[in-house]
T-cell receptor, first 114, second 110 residues
């Protein structure tokens, strides 16, 4: 596609429910990032993939968060047993190169945990 | 830890005037920087980038200046238009991560 695509755009989950957020990066992009953005704040790093390898997951806030990119293209961010503090916009970005190259963001998924 | 901060959280400018948005970073090892524009309900949009071996880079109506001595980055927007109203973030790249500041909200007054 022309840009990074994320789905769903909006997700409402009951507390304790598991959710899965999808990211389709720009075709051919090697790097893929997940970020979490709280209202009125800048995006905060969650995890980074280079092709299918998850090279950095230092930003994942707890073991309830899990990300994968099994074929080096589409990525899924899964949150288990959602809590209210997980409510945020989850952003995905991709870049052509492995480092220090332009990173392009998707529209994000707004997760609301009730 | 690293921090990326912005000097002014809000900025209002008259349409047609030039805008300057500032950013401070703390990690001297950061070697790549991006400015993003984010409109309400949308993801960050790439504006312009600069590498640490450069002091200045120009795009269409935008210029980014990098002062490594004082670890300061600025974004200049020429002839600001109503469509420029948004939150602007600078992001620094160190290792595998981009670090973002809180953002500056730019409002263009018609």
């Amino acid at each position: 596609g022309a840009g990074v695509s994320q789905s769903p755009r909006y997700k409402v989950a009951k507390r304790g429910q598991d959710v899965a957020l999808r990211c389709d990066p720009i075709s051919g992009h090697v790097s893929l990032f997940w970020y979490q953005q709280a209202l009125g704040q800048g995006p905060e790093f969650l995890t980074y993939f280079q092709n299918e390898a998850q090279l950095d997951k230092s930003g994942l806030p707890s073991d309830r968060f899990f990300a994968e990119r099994p074929e080096g293209s589409v990525s899924t961010l899964k949150i288990q047993r959602t809590q209210q503090e997980d409510s945020a916009v989850y952003l995905c970005a991709s870049s052509r190169g492995s480092m220090n190259t332009e990173a392009f963001f998707g529209q994000g998924t707004r997760l609301t945990v009730v | 830890g690293e921090s990326v901060g912005l000097h002014l959280p809000t900025l209002s400018v008259q349409e047609g005037d030039n805008s300057i948005i500032n950013c401070a970073y703390s990690n001297s090892a950061s070697d790549y920087f991006i400015w993003y524009k984010q409109e309400s309900g949308k993801g960050p949009q790439f504006i312009i980038d600069i590498r640490s071996n450069m002091d200045k880079r120009q795009g269409q109506r935008v210029t980014v200046l990098l002062n490594k001595t004082v670890k300061h980055l600025s974004l200049q927007i020429a002839a600001t238009q109503p469509g420029d109203s948004a939150v602007y973030f600078c992001a620094e790249n160190t290792g595998n991560q981009f670090y973002f500041g809180t953002g500056t909200s730019l409002t263009v007054i018609p």
